[in-house]
C-alpha cells in the first residue's frame, strides 16, 4: 500500500486530551464545585499536548484531524468519518483510527435542538432542574422499560464495522481500539480484524509492568490520561506504527 498522507482520529474525551494540562475541567468533591475551563470541551478543541497532537508534531507533512469528542459515543465516530468525507477528499492515503468508547452511550436528539442528536451515557440525565422535566423523565423511562445493553453492543459493532469496511473499500488504512473491559462479547463477533487493533489508552499500562504508583502519575485527578501519559502512549503504541506507515 502506499504511504499515508493524512490521519484522521476519532474518539471521545481520552482522545481528546481531556486530563491534560490545558484541557483540566472536572467536578472536586472535596471543593464541591468544578474546577478548570470547560469552554475548550464545549468548543470541541482537543488538546495540544493529546498524542493525535504529538503525532502532527512529530510529522509534519502528515495532515492529522484529530475528530474526538469529550463524552462520544461510538455510533456518532462513525457519523463523524462520514461527514468528514463529504468535506475532505476521500481520495488521499488516509489512516482512520477508530477509539471507541464504551457500549452504554448512544445518541438521542438534544433537549436544545430539535434537529440535532448527540451522544448520552446511559442513566446519566443532562439536567434535574430547569425546563427539560419531560425531556429528563423520557430519558429515565427510556433506561427503566427501553435500553438493554445488546442495542449498545449493537451499536459498538456496527460502528466499527462499518468504519473498518469504509476503509476498505476507499482503501484507506485502519486501526481501532475498544475498552478492555467492556462487553467482552464484541470480541468474537469482530474477531476477524483484530490485527488492527491497538490498545486503548483508558487504562492503559504506561508503565509496561504494571506499576501501580507509575501510572497513576499518568493520570489527572479525573482520572483522564494527562500528557505525561500521552506522550508515553504516542511513544510505544502510535509512534512506531505511523513510522510503518510512511
Given at each position: 500500500?502506499?504511504?499515508?498522507?493524512?490521519?484522521?482520529?476519532?474518539?471521545?474525551?481520552?482522545?481528546?486530551?481531556?486530563?491534560?494540562?490545558?484541557?483540566?475541567?472536572?467536578?472536586?468533591?472535596?471543593?464541591?464545585?468544578?474546577?478548570?475551563?470547560?469552554?475548550?470541551?464545549?468548543?470541541?478543541?482537543?488538546?495540544?499536548?493529546?498524542?493525535?497532537?504529538?503525532?502532527?508534531?512529530?510529522?509534519?507533512?502528515?495532515?492529522?484531524?484529530?475528530?474526538?469528542?469529550?463524552?462520544?459515543?461510538?455510533?456518532?465516530?462513525?457519523?463523524?468519518?462520514?461527514?468528514?468525507?463529504?468535506?475532505y477528499d476521500y481520495n488521499l492515503n488516509?489512516?482512520?483510527?477508530?477509539?471507541?468508547?464504551?457500549?452504554?452511550?448512544?445518541?438521542?436528539?438534544?433537549?436544545?435542538?430539535?434537529?440535532?442528536?448527540?451522544?448520552?451515557?446511559?442513566?446519566?440525565?443532562?439536567?434535574?432542574?430547569?425546563?427539560?422535566?419531560?425531556?429528563?423523565?423520557?430519558?429515565?423511562?427510556?433506561?427503566?422499560?427501553?435500553?438493554?445493553?445488546?442495542i449498545g453492543l449493537n451499536l459498538t459493532?456496527?460502528?466499527?464495522?462499518?468504519?473498518?469496511?469504509?476503509?476498505?473499500l476507499k482503501k484507506h488504512r485502519f486501526?481501532?481500539?475498544?475498552?478492555?473491559?467492556?462487553?467482552?462479547?464484541?470480541?468474537?463477533?469482530?474477531?476477524?480484524?483484530?490485527?488492527?487493533?491497538?490498545?486503548?489508552?483508558?487504562?492503559?499500562?504506561?508503565?509496561?509492568?504494571?506499576?501501580?504508583?507509575?501510572?497513576?502519575?499518568?493520570?489527572?485527578?479525573?482520572?483522564?490520561?494527562?500528557?505525561?501519559?500521552?506522550?508515553?502512549?504516542?511513544?510505544?503504541?502510535?509512534?512506531?506504527?505511523?513510522?510503518?506507515?510512511?
Open positions: 500500500m502506499s504511504a499515508i498522507d493524512r490521519v484522521i482520529v476519532l474518539g471521545d474525551s481520552f482522545t481528546f486530551g481531556h486530563g491534560c494540562l490545558d484541557r483540566i475541567y472536572y467536578y472536586d468533591e472535596d471543593l464541591k464545585k468544578f474546577v478548570g475551563d470547560s469552554k475548550p470541551m464545549e468548543q470541541c478543541i482537543p488538546s495540544e499536548y493529546c498524542w493525535s497532537a504529538l503525532l502532527q508534531k512529530d510529522f509534519p507533512k502528515l495532515k492529522v484531524h484529530n475528530l474526538s469528542q469529550p463524552g462520544h459515543c461510538n455510533q456518532g465516530m462513525f457519523r463523524d468519518l462520514l461527514d468528514f468525507y463529504i468535506k488516509d489512516l482512520i483510527i477508530f477509539n471507541g468508547t464504551y457500549s452504554d452511550r448512544i445518541e438521542v436528539r438534544t433537549m436544545y435542538h430539535l434537529d440535532q442528536v448527540g451522544p448520552w451515557a446511559i442513566g446519566w440525565e443532562y439536567m434535574t432542574t430547569g425546563d427539560f422535566k419531560e425531556y429528563i423523565n423520557a430519558q429515565k423511562y427510556y433506561t427503566k422499560y427501553l435500553y438493554h445493553e445488546k459493532m456496527s460502528s466499527v464495522l462499518g468504519a473498518y469496511s469504509y476503509c476498505t486501526l481501532y481500539s475498544l475498552p478492555e473491559n467492556d462487553h467482552p462479547e464484541i470480541k468474537p463477533n469482530i474477531s476477524y480484524i483484530t490485527d488492527y487493533e491497538i490498545p486503548k489508552i483508558a487504562a492503559y499500562d504506561f508503565s509496561g509492568i504494571d506499576d501501580y504508583q507509575f501510572n497513576v502519575t499518568c493520570e489527572a485527578k479525573d482520572t483522564h490520561t494527562n500528557e505525561k501519559g500521552h506522550q508515553i502512549y504516542y511513544e510505544k503504541e502510535i509512534k512506531p506504527r505511523i513510522e510503518k506507515m510512511l
